[in-house]
């Protein structure tokens, strides 16, 4: 394809149109290997496995590269209103197949690989995912990006680009042990860096007052250092649309990284301090914040990404000229999550200190440019700044704060009166029990729009979490739930599947995800559910396979494979599926239960814990103490196996999801936003055992309670019971199967005798237990047998997880970008 390069050059070879090589075998071959001589510098006879990997992602690249520049040079003709996601983690997965897939290259790629007598597979597994997420926010964020550009929506995201990612997970004795991820290490041929391109990031320092030159009295924030951010561009194509969107990444550099004077010196380490100091605001997702220095650094980094963002898009995006009153027409700031909320200020010190604007002026576009998508229902995740490190870090945007709330509460004296308990409680600047920022109100008085994730979520967001605002506010809170991208998730997670699928439906379901309802009828074809169980059992062997490579680990043959993949958190209750285990292992143990009355089950766990989290580090070091005696122990006869892979992200997600047979989503109701792991796994046809929390609700609402195993306390039950007065113990001393479970992990049973390993997680829930688990267990454990009796009937059970895929289609990422548009953003497509 033949486009227009986008140039003020007068030479004729400047303006000919940027060309993309020819979509053919020879032609990727040709592309390939000029690739491998002139960017890698080898010949093909003495080339590296990672040397051809780097040129055919070069290659792909290449394939992509004309788009990218086309639908820049037409977005910044057309001006059209986009969407800049803010989001300070993308966990995007690897992208060679998601870039070969979206550009229609895979089959040809094989081809002209095999030519040259090399194995693609073995170029996959060299890839090393980039280490730019963690969880749930940012995979959201790569899917939203994803189906942004299917949709043909002008967006780019916006985040940071951590040297060393969140941390690489090994275990040692059990234990989890953080390593840096050095997914940098062998080269990244997706991203450009531009340089030339940086921003310059200010922090600390003072303000004052001065009179410009028409006398008016303004205010000058007068920093004490800064760093340069450096953009390092990824693309982000459509699927097979032509579309390429950016996601834009910043890392942090000195603005003097060294100093040769004090180096001539002889003080080495002294003369790369600057960019020592700088450097660290890129290393890492999520610095432990446990210490005054993690919590400063965390904050740098928050502003450090949004602050280049928006003069990024400021200077760089808008035509010439343009009128920062139709800013709002132009683009919407959508914060995922609190982190980037410090845009909120920023953006208005733009506008007021260097552009000059009226306060109030200034305002109405601020409100008017960003919307806030809350993924929480925990208090204490809706994170708050000190008033003192924003003053010393930030100080012109700490005064900016203040005159906001100090607006913000006049206006909500005018409505609700002198009612001192409101006002404080809705106050942006807490004051109990330190002077602190509360990120989600500046985030909410602020937006435009502020939307939870799920109904459930949204529901409570606006009665439980958020209500004066709600009232205050009315028509502000909005939902849109969930929805991850059937792209990766389904159409290159799940080859077989998607084969089936497409056979059965033709292949339009990819980018239209409801059509999946289609196969509903399929459900009673013997001939279709033969096919769907065949499926499933060559992804067991997929993932079995993997495993033993990767891991050492073995999965039982045969066995319902029972997954839990996600942050280890006590919300999440990775401690409810210990307690199953553990019942169903003292059981045998005790000679009370035959193993062979057992239903054969792998139990699958994927999940990192935060650094500093103690208890979560505890549970991690419990499950894998169970797997080991579990795993060991003749009288099981091998009917229940406990296998925790360490390092759990996408590239495992991709082979784990696709053969797991029953979904644990078993948080505590009321607590958990969404989830987005139980959509990718009722898509991939997993049954759903799970509490009446967050997008589960809908779930189950979509494929039918006789598809879905619920059990536990309603959100309602859950408040009633904590009114009431909350006593686990009672439910110890009352339960003989939980007493007995809970006693044999106090005896040492899994530890070595040792009863002191675990005795703070026995303690937690016999005397504090904040996530309920011991009153949920029984229904828990009840609920669990229903799933051993429905699994023994094979054929009905086949039936059940294909109308569990046909049936949720609603949980796509295009369908929730969808919504994004017509409730919150109004960015229509330009194809």
């Not at 552009?355 to 929480?376: K, M, N, P, S, V």
């Not at 509490?691 to 006789?706: F, H, K, Q, S």
């Not at 009431?724 to 040492?748: C, F, H, N, V």
Request: glycine letters at 6%.
């Amino acid at each position: 394809m033949a486009l227009e390069r986008d140039s003020t050059a007068t030479h004729p070879l400047a303006l000919a149109p940027v060309t993309a090589p020819p979509s053919t075998v020879d032609g990727f071959v040709r592309e390939f290997l000029n690739n491998l001589n002139f960017r890698q510098g080898v010949a093909l006879s003495s080339s590296s496995a990672n040397d051809r990997y780097l040129a055919l992602a070069e290659t792909v690249r290449d394939y992509l590269m004309a788009r990218w520049l086309e639908d820049q040079r037409r977005q910044r003709v057309r001006q059209a209103k986009g969407v800049c996601y803010l989001s300070a983690e993308y966990l995007l997965g690897p992208q060679l197949d998601n870039n070969l897939l979206a550009s229609g290259l895979a089959d040809i790629a094989a081809e002209a690989l095999a030519s040259c007598g090399i194995d693609v597979e073995e170029l996959r597994r060299l890839e090393l995912e980039p280490g730019l997420g963690n969880g749930g926010l940012g995979r959201l964020a790569a899917c939203f990006i994803d189906s942004l550009a299917t949709m043909s929506v002008p967006s780019i995201g916006y985040g940071l680009r951590y040297e060393y990612g969140i941390f690489r997970q090994t275990f040692v004795d059990g234990q989890q042990v953080e390593q840096p991820d050095r997914w940098l290490a062998m080269g990244s041929p997706w991203e450009f860096p531009h340089p030339e391109a940086a921003q310059t990031i200010s922090f600390g320092g003072h303000t004052e007052k001065y009179d410009d030159d028409e006398g008016v009295e303004r205010t000058r924030w007068v920093p004490a250092w800064n760093v340069q951010a450096v953009p390092f561009n990824y693309m982000v194509p459509g699927y097979q649309n032509g579309r390429v969107n950016t996601l834009r990444l910043w890392s942090a550099v000195a603005t003097n990284a060294f100093d040769l004077g004090i180096f001539n010196a002889g003080d080495y380490a002294e003369a790369v301090r600057a960019q020592t100091f700088a450097s660290n605001i890129s290393k890492v997702l999520y610095p432990e914040d446990s210490t005054p220095q993690g919590k400063e650094l965390r904050l740098q980094q928050q502003y450090f990404f949004v602050a280049a963002s928006i003069r990024d898009f400021l200077d760089n995006q808008l035509s010439e000229g343009f009128d920062l009153a139709n800013l709002p027409d132009r683009v919407i700031f959508q914060l995922n999550d609190t982190h980037p909320v410090i845009a909120v200020p920023e953006l208005m010190r733009v506008l007021v200190d260097e552009r000059h604007l009226e306060w109030a002026d200034a305002w109405a576009i601020t409100q008017g440019c960003f919307a806030y998508t809350c993924h929480t229902l925990l208090p204490e995740a809706l994170e708050e700044w000190p008033v003192d490190l924003i003053g010393r870090l930030l100080p012109r945007h700490l005064e900016i704060i203040f005159r906001i709330n100090e607006e913000f509460l006049a206006a909500v004296r005018e409505k609700f009166g002198d009612d001192e308990l409101r006002i404080r409680n809705m106050s942006i600047v807490g004051e109990y029990p330190h002077r602190s920022v509360r990120m989600a109100y500046l985030a909410t008085v602020a937006g435009a729009k502020v939307n939870g994730v799920a109904e459930l979520h949204s529901q409570l967001l606006r009665d439980k979490l958020l209500p004066d605002f709600a009232e205050f506010f009315p028509g502000k809170f909005t939902n849109v739930t969930n929805g991850v991208t059937p792209r990766r998730f389904l159409r290159l997670a799940n080859p077989g599947l998607s084969s089936l699928i497409t056979d059965a439906l033709g292949p339009r379901w990819v980018t239209d995800l409801e059509r999946l309802r289609e196969l509903e009828a399929f459900a009673a074809d013997p001939e279709f559910r033969a096919a769907f169980a065949a499926v499933k059992t060559q992804n067991k062997v997929r993932l079995a396979s993997e495993l033993r490579a990767r891991d050492g680990l073995e999965v039982g043959e045969g066995h319902l494979l029972d997954v839990m993949v996600k942050r280890l958190h006590e919300y999440k209750r990775q401690m409810l599926k210990v307690l199953h285990i553990v019942t169903l292992y003292e059981g045998v143990k005790s000679g009370r239960v035959e193993a062979s009355d057992i239903t054969p089950r792998t139990f699958v766990f994927g999940a990192k814990a935060a650094p500093g989290y103690a208890m979560a580090k505890r549970i991690i070091h419990l499950i894998n103490a169970v797997g080991s005696v579990v795993n060991a122990d003749p009288r099981v006869e091998g009917r229940l196996k406990v296998l925790f892979p360490s390092n759990y992200n996408v590239t495992l997600a991709e082979r784990v999801i696709p053969a797991a047979d029953l979904s644990e989503q078993i948080s505590l109701a009321g607590k958990e936003a969404s989830g987005t792991g139980n959509m990718k796994f009722a898509l991939n046809g997993a049954l759903t055992i799970g509490t009446d929390d967050g997008a589960n609700v809908e779930i189950r609402e979509l494929v039918g309670d006789e598809n879905f195993f619920l059990f536990g306390m309603t959100e309602p039950e859950v408040e009633a019971l904590w009114a009431k007065g909350y006593r686990p113990s009672e439910y110890y001393q009352t339960d003989a199967d939980l007493r007995r479970a809970m006693d044999l992990i106090a005896s040492g049973a899994f530890s070595g005798g040792d009863r002191s390993t675990f005795e703070p997680i026995v303690s937690n829930l016999l005397y504090d237990d904040r996530f309920m688990v011991l009153a949920d267990y029984a229904s828990y454990v009840a609920a669990q047998k229903t799933v051993d009796a429905a699994y023994a009937d094979q054929d009905a059970w086949t039936r059940s997880a294909i109308l569990n895929v046909a049936r949720c289609g609603y949980f796509s990422s295009d369908r929730s970008m969808r919504d994004y548009i017509d409730r919150i953003w109004h960015t229509p497509p330009t194809p």
